[in-house]
């Protein structure tokens, strides 16, 4: 096991990682499960989900809950939260890591594919987020009498950015209209989820080697690692450590409202 944490850093808690079939969300998956949590693994594909369960198990790890969902429908997210809840009686917090981008320059982009992208950043991460709140952690707040929760019960929201919200990237104007709509959406989630005890953040990564790392051309990738301070991509695994950090409370416990830069120095604020 590979574990950057105490073991049981979240023995009985139970998180959502939403596109965890590959890349970055399936290495915050094994990871969050390897240190004790109840991972529900949300992506399209329920095969793949299964598959992915079943290594995870493989590693000395709990099983996580398989839950195939397409992140931009309404009506399958709230599905998913209902089942999780329904199943483990209780959810600590979200990892929105869902992506998917559809590069082309202006001129040439697609409506279609803008809203497409932009669907299953915005959308999907909204969604999640709201669907939580409303199954769960507000009615929480109603029966504590309106009254702020202060158990000290880890909750949270982490969401998925990307240094090129801030730097801007050529071909990608959805995307990075996306990442910028997260950041600010991850700020007033902060605001409005004090009141449920929830610390809500997000990651803007640079480079990380996952397949959709792999659509971009060779030369793009080598040009990406020079840009770099560090010279080099990012593993997956290194991210998701970087997410078990924030969703730490003995690590990251008195931070909420902010975005991580974990972009090896590609960009600096
Ligand atoms: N890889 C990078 O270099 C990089 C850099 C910055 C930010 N990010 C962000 O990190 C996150 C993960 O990226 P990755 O590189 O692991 O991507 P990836 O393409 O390897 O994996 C994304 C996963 O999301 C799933 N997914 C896509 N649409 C979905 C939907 N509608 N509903 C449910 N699941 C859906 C896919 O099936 C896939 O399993 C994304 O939000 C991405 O924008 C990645």
């Not at 369960?53 to 009506?75: M, R």
């Not at 803007?204 to 397949?211: I, Y």
């Amino acid at each position: 096991m590979y574990a950057v944490l105490r073991e049981d850093a979240f023995l009985g808690e139970t998180h959502i990682v939403t596109g965890s079939g590959q890349g970055i969300g399936l290495a915050v998956a094994t990871l969050l499960s390897q240190h004790g949590a109840q991972v529900a693994m949300v992506d399209l594909d329920a095969n793949r989900l299964k598959e992915a369960a079943i290594e995870i198990k493989g590693q000395n790890a709990a099983a996580p809950l398989v839950v195939p969902a397409d992140v931009s429908q309404e009506d399958d997210v709230q599905k998913a939260v209902a089942q999780v809840l329904e199943e483990t009686g209780c959810i600590n917090g979200v990892v929105n890591v869902a992506g998917v981008t559809r590069d082309a320059r202006i001129a040439k982009k697609s409506f279609d594919d803008f809203k497409f992208v932009m669907a299953v950043h915005v959308h999907g991460t909204f969604l999640f987020t709201r669907e939580i709140a409303a199954q769960h952690w507000h009615p929480m707040f109603k029966a504590n009498d309106n009254q702020p929760l202060r158990d000290e019960v880890n909750r949270f929201v982490v969401n998925f950015s990307s240094v090129s919200a801030r730097s801007g990237n050529i071909g990608q104007i959805d995307y990075t209209a996306a990442k910028g709509a997260i950041e600010s959406m991850t700020k007033t989630t902060a605001l409005e989820f004090a009141g449920y005890g929830v610390r809500a953040n997000a990651v803007a990564p640079g480079p990380v080697r996952t397949p959709m790392l792999a659509q971009v051309p060779e030369q793009g990738v080598a040009a990406m690692e020079k840009r770099t301070l560090l010279g080099r991509l990012c593993e997956p695994e290194q991210m998701a450590a970087t997410v078990a950090g924030i969703i730490d409370p003995r690590v990251s416990g008195f931070t909420t409202g902010q975005v991580f830069a974990a972009n090896g120095g590609m960009y600096l604020d």
